[in-house]
Structures are given as C-alpha cells and as structure tokens.
T-cell receptor
Framework: DGGITQSPKYLFRKEGQNVTLSCEQNLNHDAMYWYRQDPGQGLRLIYY???????QKGDIAEGYSVSREKKESFPLTVTSAQKNPTAFYLC????????????FGQGTRLTVV | GQNIDQPTEMTATEGAIVQINCTYQTSGFNGLFWYQQHAGEAPTFLSYNVLDGLEEKGRFSSFLSRSKGYSYLLLKELQMKDSASYLCAVKGNAGKSTFGDGTTLTVKP
C-alpha cells in the first residue's frame, strides 16, 4: 500500500540533544513538508522541499534542519538550538501540481525533558 | 504573508447541520483545502475549492468566494464521529500551504 510513514510515533529526548525524525513516502510525490503542531493550534510550516536536493525554510525554521537526498525521504533534525522542541511533528507529501491536497504521516510526538 | 481565521470551538447536536467559516488574506492563492483531524492523529483531506462556488461530497460541502476571501465547510446529518478539529488551509505561491488554527467541533447526542 502507498503511503507516508513517520517514525517513531513517540520520542523522548534529553534537553540539549539533537534528534532526527524520520519521514518516508512511496507515493512518488515530488513535494514534502514538515509541520509542527502545538496544543490547540494549527500546523506551522518548518521546512518544505519540492524536488530532490532542494528545500526551503518555512515560517519557523530556526532550530531545525532537513535534507532531501532521495525523493522518498525527508528527515527532520531538531537541534539543541530549538528553544521549545516539545510538540507534535507532522510530515506530509503532495504531487508537485498546485491543486492537490497533502497526505500526512501519522505524526511524531516529541517530548524533551 | 497569509492570515487565516476560523472559530476556535463549535458545538452541535447529532443529526443537525453545522457550518464552519474560514476567512483568509493571502499574497497568493492556489486553492483552499479543508482537513479533519481527530485528537492525536494526522489530518485527513476533506475537500478542495479553487473556483468560486459550492463543492459537494456526501455529507460534506465546501464553499468558496475568492473576492471575499471566505470559505465555509458544511457538515450535514452530524454523527458523533464528526467530533474533531477542522482545519482550513490555503495553498499559496511555491506550493506552500498555510493552516488556520482549526475549529474544534463537539457533537452532542
């Protein structure tokens, strides 16, 4: 079955440690996105990539980094520079065409203690 | 930039009809999307509007007026399982989507 997979679903890290969240899709989508969601709020865009080896900052990129070495994969690293990393992180993908919806992974809930 | 507003919370009765409004101000427009999100889960796509008018999809309909920067999601024959958050999102330039904060709908018996 085609889909988008995030792992793990729950992740705990100590403050000051970098952590990488995985996102893999087999939908052959060109575009991939990372969003952050805090309680009671909508999704805020961290980074997005429309093609392999290229990505752009979203609205809240500070403290995060990404790579897009393969079409299927778009991992997100939450660095120690991110002031409030505890959140629900969602990865999404879509075809390159503008008029298409995004398909979301199940999300990773990151807790930094 | 983009700014999207929708009500924070709404309550409705099972079997009734509810309308969730969304207003937006954007620097580019390539369509408006509605997603449903149950607590702790990923959003799932409900509907899409790029031209003015009403799009109907079973119990769900969505309306768009580009000149007014306005959309609504209409849910008919409400069921308990419709209790969720409903997110309005506008796709702007360069494929970026901006999401509203979501409307939490509670359906009561």
């Amino acid at each position: 079955d085609g889909g988008i997979t995030q792992s793990p679903k729950y992740l705990f890290r100590k403050e000051g440690q970098n952590v990488t969240l995985s996102c893999e899709q087999n939908l052959n989508h060109d575009a991939m996105y990372w969003y952050r969601q805090d309680p009671g709020q909508g999704l805020r865009l961290i980074y997005y990539s429309q093609i392999v080896n290229d990505f752009q900052k979203g609205d809240i990129a500070e403290g995060y980094s990404v790579s897009r070495e393969k079409k299927e994969s778009f991992p997100l690293t939450v660095t120690s520079a991110q002031k409030n990393p505890t959140a629900f992180y969602l990865c999404a993908s879509s075809p390159y065409e503008a008029h298409t919806e995004a398909f979301f992974g199940q999300g990773t809930r990151l807790t930094v203690v | 930039g983009q700014n999207i507003d929708q009500p924070t919370e709404m309550t409705a009765t099972e079997g009734a009809i509810v309308q969730i409004n969304c207003t937006y101000q954007t620097s580019g427009f390539n369509g408006l999307f509605w997603y449903q999100q149950h607590a702790g889960e990923a959003p799932t796509f409900l509907s899409y509007n790029v031209l003015d008018g009403l799009e109907e999809k079973g119990r769900f309909s969505s309306f768009l007026s580009r000149s007014k920067g306005y959309s609504y999601l209409l849910l008919k024959e409400l069921q308990m399982k419709d209790s969720a958050s409903y997110l309005c999102a506008v796709k702007g330039n360069a494929g970026k989507s901006t999401f509203g904060d979501g409307t939490t709908l509670t359906v009561k018996p």
